[in-house]
């Protein structure tokens, strides 16, 4: 057997800066996906976990100790004291969480928005389920450090697709809710300094930027243009058509 991949690594160049990727079927007919990086290859699969194993039998990682909490639920009466994520329990969480990390931002690459929203959402429910089950506040942090960056790439691939379907005022939703979820996370842990500091937020309010400055205007949006141009110009004549039009907008809504 030839383990050597130079002709593959010679036929697609590492260009530094760019995120390089590509999606084919492999021999066994599972869709795969390949990310160009300075040393080499990343393969994983397009659905399911990314490595493509099945730990305990079961998807993931995390759908096994979602298995295990509903076990001691069933032994306590539903209770779920005394159900607690070790610092090895976490640390492995936390690789898996990473293998989808990197999935999803393959997928926003070649924009499969809606694949990055289900590994996203994927990632936030892990993260939320080591939050109230960690041992201690420093391992909920291992991975609750990561999630601004998360909710980032959630909300840039949910804008994109209402964008894609010229929707400027449901992406301006949902930007502006992304931005005040992450000031709620950085408040809630008591990292006021990043709220001006956060790339995360400067990244999203940039986009915001650009989104607002790209809608489309409205029929009566035109209309208040115009007469604040004719009224500046002195052009009252105009400025009284224009009012009778915004007028029967009014009436025509």
């Known amino acids: 057997m030839n383990f050597d991949i130079s002709h593959l690594l010679e036929q697609w160049e590492y260009q530094p800066g760019q995120v390089a990727v590509r999606k084919f079927k492999g021999r066994d007919g599972v869709e795969k996906i ?18 493509g194993k099945r730990p305990y039998g079961h998807e993931s990682l995390f759908e096994h100790y979602q298995s295990r909490l509903e076990k001691h639920r069933e032994a306590n009466d539903g209770n779920d004291e ?3 994520l ?23 690459q070649m924009e499969d928005y809606a694949g990055v929203i289900r590994d996203t959402d994927r990632n936030v429910e892990v993260f ?10 420093d391992l909920s942090w291992s991975l609750q450090q990561f999630r601004p960056q998360l909710l980032m790439m959630q ?19 949902v930007i502006d809710a992304g931005l005040e979820e992450l000031r709620q996370f950085y408040r809630k842990h008591g990292r006021h300094d990043l709220l001006e500091q956060s790339s995360e937020i400067h990244s999203l309010e940039a986009w915001l930027h650009d989104v607002q400055s790209k809608r489309p205007l409205s029929e009566r949006e035109k ?19 224009v009012r009778d039009a915004l007028r029967n907008l009014r009436t025509s809504q």
């Not at 040393?39 to 699969?45: E, F, P, Y």
């Not at 209309?223 to 058509?241: G, H, I, P, S, T």
């Open 34 to 51: 390949q990310l160009r990086v300075d040393l080499g290859l990343l393969q994983m699969n397009a659905q399911g976990r990314p490595d």
């Open 82 to 84: 005394g159900f607690t």
């Open 86 to 108: 070790r610092a090895e329990d976490c640390a492995r969480i936390q690789q898996e969480t990473i293998q989808y990390h990197h999935r999803y931002i393959c997928l926003f």
């Open 128 to 137: 939320d389920f080591v939050e109230e089950y960690a041992e201690s506040d």
């Open 155 to 173: 909300v840039r691939a949910k804008g994109a697709l209402a964008l894609r379907d010229d929707k400027h005022d449901q992406a301006i939703e």
């Open 223 to 241: 209309l208040l243009n115009d007469l604040d141009d004719a009224v500046r110009r002195e052009d009252y004549e105009k400025a009284a058509r």
